[in-house]
């Protein structure tokens, strides 16, 4: 006998017909063994996603290792049995979308890479594709308005969604490089209002000086809409252009731009997602995020439900994370340099892998003599299969801090040196503009969180995290920073600290045996570290902000020509801002840049009182009104008040004036030059001077100004991105240029010192200094720093900083002082 036709009993089966996931998962009859059973928070959020299953939007959140691709693959079968279908499952990049298709390997769920596959689009197969896929200009998907046949989704699953988030950024932004006919056509057309922001900067852009990232005017971008798309238009089909220009086309008009030396960048202020009808009319929207603590980039980005997600699908508790021992460093060990924590690494790096996360390709260079691999967005890939496959050592992976899986040995020891940076112009503006502010604060302490989670990817994973960089550890404590991670997370934190109490007064070199009881999994530390997690529960609601939700609805009714609408619904967030001014100012702008459409009259009024809120933001078209810098009495009294102001003992004080320092190093990164010129601003604040920022506060004067007492005002221009050994005629003029602003500017009782921060004191052929202009060099500078850490250094004991009679004495000593400063710290420049 051959055998009975046992097909005919499954004709209704389980794994095609339930709805509920536990129900298919467990009915799967050729899943792999380690699939034996469902984890019980896979189980728990499977129940709670079937209740709500109908809502449009879903947000699911689960912690690192959790399962939350066989809970995501699960889910969209649910809706494939229940007629919702197509179904996708979009990961942030191919490579992660290839792990998904072997892991549905494994569980014996039928895949395709294929849009058009049969399968696919009878509901049969999930369709498991990446972002860039999905969302670009040709999308074979469909884009609204080309006329093409759309392939229509029931259900799509977004993975890791805050990750997706950069690349969907990336494909609703048009970048212009300098080598396009384009660039200068565009530069052209907007050099007067251009000039009018900033002469200094402009001359810095025609120049080319690396830094400068200027924002084109958003009421000069509306006014001459025509010569822009006179001037894109012809080039929509050509390379760069044909992927992003029917996205962001019908848009063009709302969208923010700016300009550097190599490139202009378009962006719109929300990506219009509904370009993609088969994201946006999707019936089911799941979304599927790591426990970070504010979702609201999936209401800007995704145009997600703001009152569905924000009540989010979770396990019943968060206690499911693996183990982080986290230290900083710069706590548990003062005055410990960068230096001896990169030896420290490359000794732990013979025995387990070491990855260090940093912001920059340049601080990648200062790791790289110790490194066995250095690893950008393009090799990343190959990096982490390395990694994954055994022991390399030290590996540095240069501003990639989510999309990357480290489980096991692939990562022991991780390391996040420095605070994340924004490499693009609009993101560099936008930065520096909401610097210190609640909304910026938060997107960094997402990020490090995305970062902290590289090295744990399951709950009985484990790893020691190290947080490195004075302005990085000042960020875990200043404005609340600790309480914006994750409750598990928090745990953790928490625990760390009681780690670093026990580490006071314990040389740094005897940190090792404590990391090697984490990794050697000590049963004192691992009880100690699970304790920690013990019934941390995920919060009932998420974090969506009201000015998120209110900038989504306000660009919605600007796409539809209700741009007086879209600036009420802007001003209402405004009145949520509390007292952060940096964020009010931002989206008064923004209101202003809706209502120019309509009304230009008024748009201009609010765009002064934007400015009065955040000096920042654009200058009103009318200019601004300069208010003098005042003049200082007691030196030490002012620096004694402005340290016991923000400082609330001598340690947060070494990290603060670290933090500052860190930033007052010579970079050629374009993102570091407006960071000098506000280390220096504060720097002078830290030694009792007034500080102002006059150029970018007016448009016109220098960089830094600093009074100092009786009269005098140091005219500081801030050369901190060049590379070239002699002083050109463009940077000595513009410093001259700054000292006859002064001279108009105030009365002939001021007496203005002009001083150039430069590599070198020695001037080209063709350069010629001011009268009495002094030259701070970068090996001047380094000897600057130096005296001002022993000088606070001295100040943090028994918090003698808020004592003006022993501050005193330091900045004499130092030759901080106002007598002192220039005489010491300058020199005269010489042919």
Not at 384 to 395: N, Y
Request: include cysteine; charge should be negative; proline fraction near 5%.
């Amino acid at each position: 006998m051959a055998g009975l036709n046992f097909g005919r009993l499954t004709a209704h089966s389980v794994v095609d017909t339930a709805t509920e996931p536990r129900r298919i998962f467990t009915a799967l009859p050729a899943r792999d063994p380690r699939y034996a059973r469902p984890w019980d928070v896979q189980a728990q959020v499977w129940e709670r996603w079937h209740s709500r299953r109908a809502d449009s939007d879903l947000l699911i959140k689960m912690n690192t290792g959790g399962g939350k691709t066989v809970v995501g693959l699960m889910m969209l079968k649910s809706c494939l049995n229940e007629g919702v279908g197509p179904a996708a499952y979009i990961s942030p990049d191919i490579y992660l979308a290839n792990q998904v298709r072997e892991e549905a390997i494994a569980l014996g769920i039928e895949t395709t890479d294929e849009p058009r596959s049969g399968r696919f689009q009878s509901g049969k197969a999930i369709l498991v594709t990446h972002v860039h896929k999905v969302i670009n200009g040709l999308s074979v998907f469909g884009v609204r308005g080309d006329g093409k046949p759309r392939i229509d989704l029931g259900s799509v699953l977004i993975d890791d969604a805050h990750a997706c988030v950069a690349t969907l950024e990336g494909q609703f932004t048009l970048t212009i490089t300098r080598g396009h006919s384009a660039y200068n056509q565009l530069a052209g057309l907007f050099e007067d209002v251009l000039r009018e922001q900033s002469p200094s900067e402009f001359r810095d852009l025609a120049e080319d000086v690396a830094g400068v990232a200027l924002r084109i005017p958003y009421w000069a971008w509306a006014d001459r809409r025509d010569q822009v798309l006179d001037t894109l238009h012809p080039h929509r089909t050509s390379e760069g252009f044909i992927f992003v220009w029917p996205l962001i086309k019908d848009v063009l008009h709302l969208c923010d731009a700016a300009i550097t030396y190599r490139e202009i960048e378009i962006k719109p202020p929300c990506p219009p997602i509904d370009r993609i009808p088969s994201i946006s009319t999707a019936r089911r929207r799941i979304y599927l995020t790591a426990t970070l603590a504010d979702d609201s980039v999936l209401v800007t980005h995704f145009d997600a439900a703001p009152t569905t997600i924000a009540t989010p699908v979770t396990p019943e508790t968060a206690d499911d994370l693996g183990d982080r021992m986290i230290l900083t460093p710069l706590e548990t060990h003062p005055g410990t340099t960068d230096e001896t924590v990169r030896d420290f690494l490359r000794d732990q790096s013979s025995d387990h892998n070491v990855v260090v996360i940093v912001p920059s390709r340049r601080r990648a260079g200062w790791w790289e003599p110790v490194s066995d691999a250095v690893h950008d967005s393009k090799s990343i890939h190959v990096g982490v299969k390395a990694l994954r496959e055994g022991h390399v050592g030290l590996v540095v992976l240069i501003s990639k801090y989510d999309g990357v899986d480290l489980p096991g040995d692939a990562c022991r020891v991780l390391a996040l040196d420095g605070l994340p940076e924004s490499h693009t112009a609009l993101d560099r503006i936008e930065a520096l503009a909401l610097e210190e502010s609640e909304s910026m604060i938060t997107r960094q302490i997402q990020r490090i969180e995305q970062g902290m989670g590289r090295g744990v990817r399951s709950s009985d994973d484990y790893c020691v995290v190290m947080l490195l960089g004075s302005k990085l550890t000042q960020r875990l404590h200043r404005k609340g920073g600790a309480a914006k991670f994750s409750p598990a997370t928090r745990a953790q934190l928490a625990l760390s600290e009681q780690v670093a109490d026990m580490l006071h007064g314990v040389p740094f070199a005897d940190l090792a045996p404590v990391i090697n009881q984490c990794l050697d999994r000590d049963p004192e530390w691992v009880t100690a570290s699970r304790d920690a997690l013990d019934g941390v529960a995920y919060p009932a609601t998420s974090t969506i902000g009201n000015v998120a939700i209110a900038q989504r609805e306000a660009f919605t009714l600007a796409e539809l020509g209700r741009y007086r609408e879209a600036a009420a619904k802007i001003q209402q967030a405004v009145g949520a801002t509390g007292d952060d001014m940096r964020l009010r100012g931002w989206l008064k702008q923004r209101a202003a840049s809706y209502l120019h459409l309509i009304d230009p009259s008024a748009a201009l009024l609010m765009q002064r009182s934007a400015q009065t809120d955040n000096k920042a933001v654009l200058r009103p078209r009318d200019g601004v009104e300069y208010h003098w810098l005042r003049g200082v009495g007691d030196q030490a009294q002012r620096a004694a008040d402005h340290l016991a102001a923000v400082y609330q003992d001598g340690n947060q004080l070494i990290i603060g004036i670290a933090a500052v320092l860190e930033d007052l190093v010579p970079n050629p990164d374009q993102a570091a030059v407006k960071r000098f010129e506000r280390a220096m601003h504060d720097l002078g604040l830290h030694l009792g001077f007034a500080s102002q920022l006059s150029e970018r506060d007016t448009g016109e004067g220098p960089d830094v100004l600093w009074s100092v007492g009786e009269l005098a005002y140091l005219v500081i221009e801030c050369k901190s991105g060049v590379t070239t050994d002699k002083i050109r005629r463009h940077d000595a003029a513009q410093l001259s240029h700054s000292i006859d602003w002064f001279a108009s500017t105030y009365d002939n009782t001021c007496k203005p010192i002009p001083i150039l921060i430069h590599k070198s004191a020695e001037l080209r052929k063709d350069a010629w200094a001011r009268t009495g202009t002094r030259v701070i060099t970068f090996d001047q500078l380094a000897a600057l720093r130096a005296a001002v850490t022993d000088a606070f250094a001295s100040l943090a004991a028994d918090n003698a900083y808020c004592d003006p009679r022993k501050v005193g004495p330091q900045l004499i000593e130092r030759n901080l002082n106002a007598k002192s400063f220039v005489e010491r710290w300058g020199m005269a420049p010489r042919k």
